[in-house]
């Protein structure tokens, strides 16, 4: 009889173990599953990872985070930097645009930055033709070798392609402000969505990159919303009825960005490489680390993928500008920030 009754219990208690498996489980199961599809649309959960090395800045970084916080802080949008778009410390000017300075550039004001542009390749083409064949320079040439070796690079290795590495930057420091106030609303919600995924609070700030939190933006890529999700992307991560563009909810995107990153993440492995895959695609980063190997700053260097170019390289960087500046924005804002107040329960749609 006592045989028989511990037989039962032990029966009742294998059943319980073999129907019931904990959430951990199930997840772990989601995490090592490839095909994204069918597992992370459905799913109301999170993959599982530990996270460690939580946004590394390695010092070959530096230079592109720094050239980031003036452009999100220091430079106003009537600003323009002239810099080399690989070697990110390298800037031959910040010129001041004449006259009013809107948020979009006139057509007058684009053809003087695009002919500031052809200046500073044509003195780089021209410096470079006259050091390799010995011929005599100028006082602006030697002006201009001087700030070169003043960023401390080789001067051959940095003057060789110089002329076609020319990029322009307007500063952004009016839109970052403003993104700051903004964020203010929707801050609480988003840091406790991605605690309650279990992911750093901080991506939450990646909208800063992203749309500077504007709602309704749109990209000539056809991403839309404060998190920037392309259709695709949007089914996969914030799957819905179909009958409202999620994408244009801030705290529905937010979520979808959330499961996004997690799943990025468990695939890549570290957060330089995990957050740079929202601009370049996971895909994208399993190859640049095949390639490169699993050192984010020769990936940033040395990768040469097709579609990996000056966005791709710079966003982790930017990412950990707006992250600097977010955590003290007193010293980038001294006339202080006006942050908006967050949103009351229930609300979720912000479209502006």
Request: proline share 5%; net charge positive.
């Amino acid at each position: 009889m006592q045989f028989g009754l511990l037989l039962m219990i032990a029966l009742v208690l294998n059943a319980c173990s073999s129907t019931s498996p904990s959430v951990n489980h199930e997840r772990t199961a989601i995490y090592r599953s490839t095909d994204q599809s069918s597992t992370i649309s459905t799913q109301k959960g999170y993959p599982p990872a530990t996270y460690s090395g939580v946004f590394q800045k390695p010092g070959e970084l530096e230079p592109a985070v720094e050239f980031w916080r003036k452009t999100y802080a220091v430079w106003h949008r009537s600003e323009v930097a002239f810099h080399d778009d690989r070697y990110m410390d390298v800037i031959y000017e910040v010129m001041v645009l004449p006259g009013y300075v809107a948020e979009g550039l006139t057509s007058d004001q684009k053809a003087i930055v695009s002919q500031r542009r052809d200046f500073w390749k044509v003195q780089l083409a021209g410096l470079e033709n006259k050091l390799r064949y010995n011929a005599p320079l100028n006082a602006n040439d030697r002006q201009l070798i001087a700030k070169l070796q003043s960023s401390g690079h080789q001067l051959n290795k940095l003057l060789n392609g110089a002329s076609e590495r020319v990029r322009s930057q307007r500063g952004t420091r009016e839109r970052f402000k403003r993104g700051r106030e903004i964020s203010g609303r929707y801050a609480p919600q988003f840091r406790k969505i991605f605690r309650n995924a279990g992911l750093p609070e901080e991506l939450a700030l990646l909208p800063h990159v992203e749309s500077s939190f504007q709602p309704a933006a749109k990209s000539s890529a056809g991403a839309v919303g404060m998190w920037q999700f392309t259709k695709s992307a949007a089914k996969t991560f914030m799957p819905g009825n179909g009958r409202i563009d999620q994408r244009l909810d801030p705290v529905a995107s937010a979520h979808g960005a959330a499961r996004y990153l997690s799943y990025a993440y468990g695939k890549l492995g570290d957060w330089p490489t995990a957050i740079t895959s929202y601009n370049h695609g996971i895909g994208g980063m399993k190859r640049a680390q095949s390639q490169a190997g699993r050192n984010f700053s020769n990936i940033v260097a040395a990768y040469n993928g097709p579609a990996f170019g000056f966005a791709s390289r710079n966003y982790y960087a930017q990412f950990l500008a707006a992250r600097e500046i977010a955590s003290n924005p007193k010293q980038y804002f001294a006339e202080g920030v006006q942050y908006e107040s967050p949103l009351g329960a229930g609300q979720y749609l912000a479209v502006e």
